[in-house]
């Protein structure tokens, strides 16, 4: 037998949740065909690679990535790339381009430039899957989106502080009906952002009715905006309601203690909720600060009406 590469000596740990073990991998085309000791086996490949003292394992996935423009203006994604990443999901917080007219994707790229940068060239964002092939065969990485509820809001209502009810609701219900027959990997919001937070917690419902069809999770930005509009004052207990209203799966952001609060603090009501059945995940990270735009320590009104309007 042949393949095109082996990985030898290496410690592999396979993401299984067992313990790491000492073999070798062969590589044919783009699949992994054999993880064995290949030299007993006689099998021999154009390239090998000696990995002895180190440690082969599968790509890493960032669940949280902002690189939405970065990638789209440097494709090689360099910094992601040599820490292992080989998959980047785009798009949470409900915070990305698509799917967005090209009016509405020339006043949010600007109103999000603070996060995300600002495009080299103007591209077409008008769905997920015209999104998607911004990327296609131009990243380094594998590239996931989830269907962001700020694009969604603001395509059906703009930047408005209005209830999504009756037929603009039904029409945003569409919308994400589209972004997930197109591909988007779920139904992200950060209501701590606009035109996101402008919503009540019904409407989050409502979108989450779709997504429940389509057996996608909700990645949520909890929210410390608007809480006269959520229940249980927003937070993680709204994320958990919205859960478990639509029966749907969970995904908290960046999920740690404040200053002020143990570790149990903030797992007990996570803990609780996944032995009521809710299907629940988070990320978090090691540390106590965070970092985010200017826009989004300005009061709601503020937002009202777009960056040209409050320029």
Not at 48 to 69: K, M, R, W
Not at 172 to 192: D, I, N, P, Q, R
Not at 232 to 239: C, K, T, Y
Not at 242 to 248: D, F, H, L, P, Q
């Amino acid at each position: 037998m042949e393949v095109d590469i082996i990985i030898k000596n290496g410690n592999i740990v396979d993401g299984t949740g067992k313990k790491e073990f000492k073999s070798d991998i062969g590589i044919k085309g783009d699949k992994i065909v054999e993880i064995t000791n290949l030299g007993e086996n006689n099998i021999q490949a154009n390239k090998v690679i000696d990995a002895e003292n180190l440690y082969v394992c599968p790509g890493f996935i960032d669940t949280h990535s902002h690189a939405d423009v970065a990638l789209l203006n440097d494709g090689q994604h360099a910094n992601g790339i040599m820490q292992g990443i080989t998959t980047e999901i785009i798009a949470p917080d409900g915070l990305t381009l698509a799917p967005l007219s090209k009016e509405n994707y020339e006043l949010y790229k600007w109103y999000l430039s603070g996060i995300l940068g600002v495009p080299k060239n103007d591209l077409d964002m008008s769905s997920i899957e015209k999104a998607k092939l911004n990327y296609h065969n131009k990243t380094s990485c594998n590239v996931a989106i989830f269907a962001g509820h700020g694009p969604i809001r603001l395509e059906i209502l703009g930047m408005k502080d209005e209830p999504l009810v009756g037929k603009e609701l039904e029409n945003a219900k569409s919308l994400l009906s589209e972004c997930f027959e197109e591909g988007a990997v779920g139904f992200s919001t950060g209501l701590s952002y606009y035109p996101n937070s402008f919503s009540n917690s019904e409407e989050i419902c409502e979108l989450m009715k779709v997504a429940k069809i389509y057996d996608k999770p909700m990645s949520i930005h909890l929210r410390n905006h608007n809480i006269d509009r959520a229940f249980h004052a927003g937070g993680v207990m709204e994320a958990i309601e919205i859960a478990k209203r639509t029966e749907t799966k969970l995904h908290i952001e960046h999920y740690k203690p404040d200053f002020n609060q143990s570790i149990s603090d903030v797992l007990d009501p996570v803990d609780k909720a996944k032995s009521e059945g809710i299907d629940i995940t988070l990320e978090t990270y090691p540390y106590p600060v965070g970092s985010s735009f200017p826009q989004t320590f300005f009061p709601s009104y503020f937002h009202e009406g777009g960056p040209k309007k409050n320029a």
